[in-house]
């Protein structure tokens, strides 16, 4: 089987665990440009990136249809070089993130969707706003003032444990929250409505706890090359 074939292949897979109105955003870092136009060629629109000079690589090498989402922790002095074209900032982070997003899409005449960032997992290492920080930021009100960005949803990850009962719950977490504060603050905006959270490893638990965007990479692409 061809290195296109095999990645179509588990695309497709991937695909048929999916409900109508869950989305697949095929996670590329570190893989090689060949493989994403395989993934593309079998339909694959959406792909996540994660550093900023790939992206920009990549974005200005394949077809202008894909939707690029980075999905890593951005610094603020890099939101700069991928505003003029990326789709979706998938972990918005801090306040201090969203207030240079929102000026550096000014700067492009653009409106850029973003995710808030949820830390529920018991990592340390995670970023992201707690459900009560982030609910805080919400109520104080100043980001209705930020009009060229659109918060879209919320994004979270699961612990990196073997403990199915804990991923669900942090699942099940994130999805209380996103309902509170949908109620709460985006009772009106359609537009509120991603829930971005599984992986690889545990995106069909994701889906039952109501993921509408998973993020697969080594599903797809097998393991990485840091060396791309």
Request: proline letters at 3%.
């Amino acid at each position: 089987m061809s290195r296109s074939s095999e990645i179509a292949g588990r695309i497709e897979a991937v695909r048929r665990q999916l409900p109508d109105g869950t989305r697949l955003v095929a996670v590329s870092k570190y893989h090689p440009e060949e493989d994403l136009l395989a993934a593309y060629g079998a339909g694959q629109r959406i792909f996540g990136e994660s550093h900023v000079q790939e992206l920009t690589r990549k974005h200005e090498a394949l077809p202008a249809d894909i939707e690029w989402h980075f999905i890593g922790h951005l610094q603020t002095n890099k939101v700069k070089y991928i505003a003029p074209f990326v789709s979706m900032i998938d972990a918005v982070d801090s306040w201090h993130l969203m207030v240079e997003i929102n000026r550096q899409a000014e700067k492009c005449g653009r409106v850029i969707p973003v995710l808030l960032e949820l830390h529920i997992a018991e990592e340390e290492t995670k970023y992201g706003f707690s459900p009560v920080a982030c609910r805080e930021m919400l109520a104080e009100g100043a980001w209705r003032d930020l009009r060229h960005i659109r918060i879209a949803g919320l994004m979270m990850m699961a612990s990196n444990v073997d403990d199915e009962a804990q991923i669900r719950q942090e699942f099940l977490t994130a999805r209380q929250c996103f309902d509170e504060l949908k109620s709460a603050f985006f009772a009106d905006d359609a537009g509120f409505s991603e829930r971005s959270w599984g992986m690889t490893h545990d995106y069909p638990l994701a889906v039952e706890c109501g993921s509408t965007m998973v993020r697969v990479g080594t599903g797809i692409f097998g393991e990485r090359n840091y060396f791309v």
